[in-house]
């Protein structure tokens, strides 16, 4: 029996920006598929999928969201995003105010971008008349040979490609949350076992190395691990009293706050991604970066520009010895922790099987009353115990006893 293949969903981040382009929160979009506002967020940061009835209602919604997206895009709607007690910016001024230099974001007019975009068609096909008529003058090209195509990969081999390209930069990422370079190892390749444990869903996702990040700061931001004894003794700090400085000030800031400074000016996310993360809506990422670029200018003034900012985590990060373990054995141990945790259920299930089958054996098969205690019955005289016998009592139980068994003597007659 075969199953009927389930409706195609767009990726996660791609979910997320149907919704927010058609102008739609969380909780209507779960009102109007019939969930709770929880599981949206869940489907939109990727940690669930939607199944059945659910899945096929949701890529409805979304594929009806995608024309009117298309449609909607001649006018940005504004978001108000609050910044502080009494004030209030759009959500295109808070983008400008969080644009990077490496990746700026268009803020124009829809009548400029329909002009630019209008003077790019009118430069193309000057081009492409251009390059037409030197074709004929020159005589047809010959043909390129065609390139082999991709190679297909293993998972073994797909999994150790995406370790070595991505586990270095991840460990300094992850150093830059905690400030801790064993933990920020440890979480990583935790998220490395649990991205191969998952891996048909890890390596059909449009960002596998997002999928492991987010897992990994998971890992390492977890409250419990102040609970751990390795992690209770602190670590020697950078040696450098900048980068001591600046890892103590992101060490200060909430952790919602640190992560979402990390996203955005270390990683270099642009704002929806970085919400989509953090499993916030975008005024609140944008409102945590504000606060959290804030906090770090009070203390390092130098750093209140947002590239100088991304240089100097870059530096942090690079600065300190942080190593990653090797592919195999990263894989290797979620395969160990897979068969002990197996064998483990195993022998839990075993164990309960054999005390049920005990009790089931040694427990009574009929009911046997309980027997009452005993009562104390009060107005019976206590029984005397005979006590010791005078000189009369001793000398009738010896003349008893001389005596004949039969009784005494029969008295007759005498002939005198």
Known sequence: MTRSPATPLPPPKARRRLREAAGLTQAQLAERVGVTRGTVRAWESG??????????????????????????????V??????????????????????????????????????????????????????????????????????PGPVALTPVQAFDALYDFSASALV?????LTGRRELARESVERAFQAAWENWPEVARDRDPVGWVRATAY?????????????????????????DRTLLNTLLRLPAPHRRTLVLYDGVGLD??????????????????????????ADRLPELADPQVLHQRLAELASNERLRAGRPPTVRLGSERRARFWTRAAIAFTVALIGTTALTLRTS???????????????????????GALSDEQLELRQKLRDQ??????????RLE
């Not at 199944?51 to 594929?63: F, I």
């Not at 001024?93 to 829809?110: G, N």
């Not at 004949?404 to 007659?413: A, F, I, S, V």
């Open 78 to 147: 504004p978001v108000v995003v609050a910044i502080g007690a009494g004030s209030a910016h759009t959500s295109e001024q808070a983008v400008d105010s969080l644009v990077l230099p490496a990746k700026p974001l268009s803020l124009r007019e829809p009548e400029a971008d329909a002009e630019a975009d209008a003077d790019a068609d009118a430069k193309t096909e000057t081009v492409a008349a251009a390059g037409a008529a030197a074709e004929q003058e020159s005589g047809p090209e010959p043909r390129p040979e065609p390139m």
């Open 172 to 176: 300094r990422q992850t150093f830059l």
């Open 364 to 386: 009574p098969t009929h009911y046997e009353p309980p027997v009452s205690p005993g009562e104390t019955v009060r107005g019976v005289p206590p029984r005397v115990a005979p």
């Open 47 to 76: 940690r669930t999928t939607p199944r059945g009835r659910k899945r096929e209602a949701y890529a409805k919604l979304l594929s009806a969201l995608a024309p009117e997206t298309t449609a909607g895009r001649t006018k940005p």
């Open 404 to 413: 004949l068994q039969d009784g005494p003597e029969r008295l007759t007659p």
């Open 218 to 242: 998971e890992f390492a931001l977890s409250p419990w691990q102040r609970f751990r004894l390795r992690h209770r003794h602190p670590e020697p700090p950078p040696a450098d009293p900048g």
């Open 271 to 296: 704002l929806p991604e970085t919400a989509a993360e953090t499993e916030a809506s975008t005024p609140a990422a944008a409102n945590r970066l504000l606060r959290a670029r804030e906090a770090v």
